[in-house]
């Protein structure tokens, strides 16, 4: 059974910088949608950043020009740089990938807090 693991969340002040790491158990990035999504107290889940075929990247609107994400799969491992901080960034981050072969598997990391203090 895969996993992922994340790590790289702490506390940090706004203007600061993180960076998150995804590691998986198997190889399963280079045939995955990968992404980083995030869940703030009393808030529904939401997508920050994804790659999809080709490399293409996707971003929330919120996270455009500070987030980065990026993938290295020799290491099946999944990043995201975090610049310029804000407030409301505070949320768990969780590691997501949905596998592009059958039987279509989805995987989820345990997540990993982010506090970003004003």
């Known amino acids: 059974q895969v996993q992922l693991v994340e790590s790289g969340g702490g506390s940090v002040q706004a203007g600061g910088s993180l960076r998150l790491s995804c590691a998986a158990s198997?190889?399963?990035?280079?045939?995955?949608?990968v992404g980083w999504y995030r869940q703030a107290p009393g808030k529904q889940r939401e997508l920050v950043a994804r790659?999809?075929?080709?490399?293409?990247?996707n971003y929330a609107d919120s996270v455009k020009g500070r987030f980065t994400i990026s993938r290295d799969n020799a290491k099946n491992t999944v990043y995201l740089q975090m610049n310029s901080l804000k407030s409301e960034d505070t949320a768990v981050y969780y590691c997501n990938a949905n596998s592009m072969l059958p039987p279509w598997t989805v995987y989820w990391g345990q997540g990993t807090q982010v506090t970003v203090s004003s």
């Open positions: 198997g190889s399963i990035f280079s045939r995955s949608l």
């Open positions: 790659i999809i075929g080709g490399g293409t990247t």
